[in-house]
């Protein structure tokens, strides 16, 4: 299900992990980790393993890309990892796309 650009994604596999997360669902964690950011998300995967699962949702960092490029006011924004070159050694992912975007804003930030 979609719903506000974040789509409901699959459950954690343990049940303790889910109370410790307060028993809130995947997709409400997604939302709250879109309103915090990428930087409170990335964080946030150092935490736990339970942490980590929830964050790493590709989904989620495809919503922050896309983010990321309209604050770049990069035209046409990419939607799609097909369309994006990424270098030699580097994993094509969403995670992967924020992390070079970062950098890219940054370096343009300083100069």
Known sequence: MQQGGLRESGSLTSDSSSMWLGGLPQEIWQHILFFAGIGATATMLLVCKAMNQLGADEFLWKQFAIRLQAQKQR????????EVTFPFSVTPSWV????????????????
């Open 75 to 82: 035209v046409p924004i990419r939607t799609d990892l097909k």
């Open 96 to 111: 992967n796309f924020c992390k070079i975007l970062s950098i890219s804003i940054a370096v343009a930030f300083r100069s």
